[in-house]
T-cell receptor, first 113, second 115 residues
Framework: GEDVEQSLFLSVREGDSSVINCTYT??????LYWYKQEPGAGLQLLTY?????DMKQDQRLTVLLNKKDKHLSLRIADTQTGDSAIYFC?????????????FGRGTSLIVHP | NAGVTQTPKFQVLKTGQSMTLQCAQD?????MYWYRQDPGMGLRLIYY???????DKGEVPNGYNVSRLNKREFSLRLESAAPSQTSVYFC??????????????FGAGTRLSVL
């Protein structure tokens, strides 16, 4: 079955860039997603990338996709304390006729002042 | 716009008690899902409903039942709660799980403790 791996923790200083990495095993992935979970809340979609793209930029966020290595990253420029949250990588493919995403375990981003 | 609403937000049960977690969405989505979130385990799919009238098992269905009451509502029932079911439960919905771009919208979660 599909597997999505992320490191569990990342600590950065305010103002620095954060890079959260994710690897996945399914070569037929169509869309890959980044969700953000703030303390005590549900997950919210942050951004997504289609599998035929290798980069997507949205304000402070840059998503890089290396399809050959099955590696996805999320870069947050000028990280702020409000970016402290858990970030989930997810991928979907057409296995079993549905595109239900498979989620990684989440990376806790801690931003120090 | 409420999005996905879950009730209750918190619940404490004794082992063996039953309860139903409620979920409703107002986005006219066809597909709905129940996940549990445990520390270090990420999100695990319990059950899902592709559309009104259908439900299917996910990765961890044992000990749970679901009902897709109508297009808006999808409930999760614990018939005889066990301590292993202590978790945070999330309901989600999406336009249609058969679409390649299957963006899910999540509720705020139900924090359940089973003593």
């Amino acid at each position: 079955g599909e597997d999505v791996e992320q490191s569990l923790f990342l600590s950065v200083r305010e103002g620095d860039s954060s890079v959260i990495n994710c690897t996945y095993t399914d070569s037929s992935s169509t869309y890959l997603y980044w969700y953000k979970q703030e303390p005590g809340a549900g997950l919210q979609l942050l951004t997504y990338i289609f599998s035929n793209m290798d980069m997507k930029q949205d304000q402070r966020l840059t998503v890089l996709l290396n399809k050959k290595d099955k590696h996805l990253s999320l870069r947050i420029a000028d990280t702020q304390t409000g970016d402290s949250a858990i970030y989930f990588c997810a991928e979907s493919d057409a296995s079993g006729g549905s595109y239900i995403p498979t989620f990684g375990r989440g990376t806790s981003l801690i931003v120090h002042p | 716009n409420a999005g996905v609403t879950q009730t209750p937000k918190f619940q404490v049960l004794k082992t063996g008690q039953s309860m139903t977690l409620q979920c409703a969405q107002d986005m006219n989505h066809n597909s709905m899902y129940w996940y549990r979130q445990d520390p270090g385990m990420g999100l695990r799919l319990i059950y899902y409903s592709a559309s009104e009238g259908t439900t299917d098992k996910g990765e961890v269905p044992n000990g749970y039942n679901v009902s897709r009451l109508n297009k808006r509502e999808f409930s999760l029932r614990l018939e005889s709660a066990a301590p292993s079911q202590t978790s945070v439960y999330f309901c989600a919905s999406s336009e249609n799980f058969s679409l390649a771009k299957n963006i899910q919208y999540f509720g705020a979660g139900t924090r359940l403790s089973v003593l």
